[in-house]
Structure formats: C-alpha cells, structure tokens
C-alpha cells in the first residue's frame, strides 16, 4: 500500500465498494470486506456512527428499523445491546483491522467536532492514515479535519454540487458527485479545484428522481458504466465490484 493511496491513487478509477461490497454480502460486515477483497476492489467504503456509550460502528442507517425491524436509533443503543440486535455489526476499530492493507473511505455521518476527533484517533491507532479517505458531510469538518492533519486524506460528502471550490478552499482532496449530476463541466470544476473526483451510482433519495438513473443507490448496470467512462472518475463507488472489474476500467 503506498503512502499516498488517496492523494496520488495510482489505479484509476479506483473501485471502491460502497457499504463495504453490499452486493457481495450483508452491508458493512466482515463478510463483505472480505468478499470485497476477492472481488478485486481497490478500496471499501464503509459508515460510521456512534452507539450511545460511545463505540463507533458500522452502521449506514441512524435507525435499525432497515437491517432488523427496530424503530430505535443506533444513537440511544449501548453497543452491547446494538450487538444483540445485529451480532454482524462491525466496530470502527474492527473495519481498521478487517480492510488492510486495502484503502478504507469512511463515510462519516457524525457532525460535530469531538467524534471527528475520536475517529482520526482511532485511525491513527490503527495504523492506517496512509489509505484513509475521510467522507466527510460538511465545510466545517472539511476544514476542521484539515487544520487537525495535514496527511489525511478527505472527501467532501456535499449535498450541492457548485459547492466544488468551497470543497477545495476548505481542504477536500476528493469531491463527490453522483451519477445523475456528474457531467463534464461538473468533472472539470473538480479538478480545477484541485480535486480527485469521486461518483457514486445510483440514486441518491428513496423516492426516485426521473433526471437520476433508474437504480437504488450504489447500483448500476454495464451502460451506466460505460456512461461515466468519458467523464474519466478516479474513484466510483458501486455495491458491486466486479461490475467494475469486468468492464476493465
């Protein structure tokens, strides 16, 4: 793995698995990571959010009414009892471990200050700064996280599509576009912030949006690869892997 997996990636597009190759596995488990890693993926993208007594986990949803029928949030769980409930869920720690030597993207849907501060500890910990990307969901941890370490890697995880040279200014090395709005103007913008340019397939709200691809977030069908082709993304995020793989990107 070298030093500069994310700032200088020298696959591209790297293919990154979303929830940690859903496709291949229950999201966000070691049994994905692990299928991942033989489907060929250049990196995982996993979820982080905190349980109430403060262990970090793998958890895309801020509810477990999804993955197994309860109405509570992961946020008022103890992880021994979150555990209970989904004996897969992984902890931050755990993904660390269970991804290497592979680039880890961590989607970060914590928002405030203090548990940034904890998960790049845990990082550091860990290891793995060299192939961290750090996802992040707003300016104001852009730049939090930037000023905090200049070797860490980020990707800003922006709802707005201008917000390309805010991303930059605040210290994002990576911009996320989706799909439906990654067009060439849009690609270009990235870059001339100074930016790698992520895109994630699929839709990106539970009610479908006609002017996005007809699929759920993070699938995708050979065409729709073949689309994002020209606009020459160095990362795409995608359940499955080997889509990607297949089509010799």
Known sequence: MPSNFWTDPATKPLIVAHRGGAALAAENTLAAFQATA???????????RMTRDGALVCL????LQRLCGDPRAVAELDLTILQGLLPTVMTLDAALAASAPTGLLLDVKLTDRTSL?????????????ERTLLGLRSLDLVAVARSARTDIAILAFLE??????????????????????????????????????????????????????PFPVGLIDRDGLESLRPLAPDAILLDDPRLAVAAAY
Do not use: C
């Open 38 to 48: 033989t489907a060929g993926a250049d990196a995982i993208e996993t979820d982080v």
């Open 60 to 63: 895309h949803d801020a509810d």
């Open 117 to 129: 501060a904890e998960i790049v500890d845990r990082v550091e910990r860990g290891k793995a700064v």
């Open 160 to 213: 707005d599509p201008e917000s390309v040279a805010a991303a930059g200014e605040a210290g994002a090395n990576w911009f996320r576009l989706w799909q439906g709005v990654a067009s060439p103007a849009r690609a270009i913008a990235v870059r001339d912030a100074g930016m790698h340019l992520a895109i994630m397939v699929g839709q990106p709200r539970t009610v479908p949006l006609p002017e996005y691809p």
